[in-house]
T-cell receptor, first 117, second 115 residues
Framework: DVKVTQSSRYLVKRTGEKVFLECVQD?????MFWYRQDPGLGLRLIYF???????EKGDIPEGYSVSREKKERFSLILESASTNQTSMYLC????????????????FGEGSWLTVV | AQSVTQLGSHVSVSEGALVLLRCNYS??????LFWYVQYPNQGLQLLLK??????LVKGINGFEAEFKKSETSFHLTKPSAHMSDAAEYFC?????????????FGQGTTLQVKP
């Protein structure tokens, strides 16, 4: 089975702190994603990466950065945490879609609950 | 731009009743469509996906969904609800072009199942 592991399930950080959320996948997937989940808003894409050291902004990248130094690991960084970044963060991975197709499944981790006080 | 609308943020049914969760998409070209389920304090699990084969797609746990191009819909159904179906359900789309595989999600529908 595919496994996407988010190392921290629950974190409490102070405003202004630098926060690292780590994600590791064990299926050699090229694509990795960070989403943010908020009630009534569904999941919104923060950043995604389609290869080592490659990244693209999603829909809400402001206040976040990412790092992908190894294929299996994708880190989300909050340079200076703020209270409006209190949320559930979900990491996901998938293989690259086949040319002309695209039904490949995206696999999700269990989520990281971040509270910024 | 693609978008997904889930009609109804909360749906309540009795155990044994039909489950119907609505999803409409906006896209100039029919996209790939997905339904995910999220149980409390867990990540998202794929229920089913539509990738242009049969328009009626069967998934896990007795769920199915029908792609209707004329209505731009991909509603999720289950004939008989179980208590264990109580969860949050997300509809998502992915465009056919490009190779990144990113999904655009709806706002989610919380399903409550009453005894």
């Amino acid at each position: 089975d595919v496994k996407v592991t988010q190392s921290s399930r629950y974190l409490v950080k102070r405003t202004g702190e630098k926060v690292f959320l780590e994600c590791v996948q064990d299926m050699d997937h090229e694509n990795m994603f960070w989403y943010r989940q908020d009630p009534g808003l569904g999941l919104r894409l923060i950043y995604f990466s389609y290869d080592v050291k490659m990244k693209e902004k999603g829909d809400i990248p402001e206040g976040y950065s990412v790092s992908r130094e190894k294929k299996e690991r994708f880190s989300l960084i909050l340079e200076s945490a703020s209270t409006n970044q209190t949320s559930m963060y979900l990491c996901a991975s998938s293989p690259p879609p086949e040319r002309g197709r695209g039904g490949n499944t995206i696999y999700f981790g269990e989520g990281s609950w971040l509270t910024v006080v | 731009a693609q978008s997904v609308t889930q009609l109804g943020s909360h749906v309540s049914v009795s155990e044994g009743a039909l489950v119907l969760l609505r999803c409409n998409y906006s896209s100039s070209v029919p996209p790939y469509l997905f339904w995910y389920v999220q149980y409390p304090n867990q990540g998202l699990q794929l229920l089913l996906k539509y990738t242009s084969a049969a328009t009626l797609v069967k998934g896990i746990n007795g769920f199915e969904a029908e792609f209707k191009k004329s209505e731009t819909s991909f509603h999720l159904t289950k004939p008989s609800a179980h208590m264990s179906d109580a969860a949050e359900y997300f509809c998502a789309v992915r465009r056919r072009s490009g190779n990144t595989g990113k999904l655009i999600f709806g706002q989610g529908t919380t399903l409550q199942v009453k005894p």
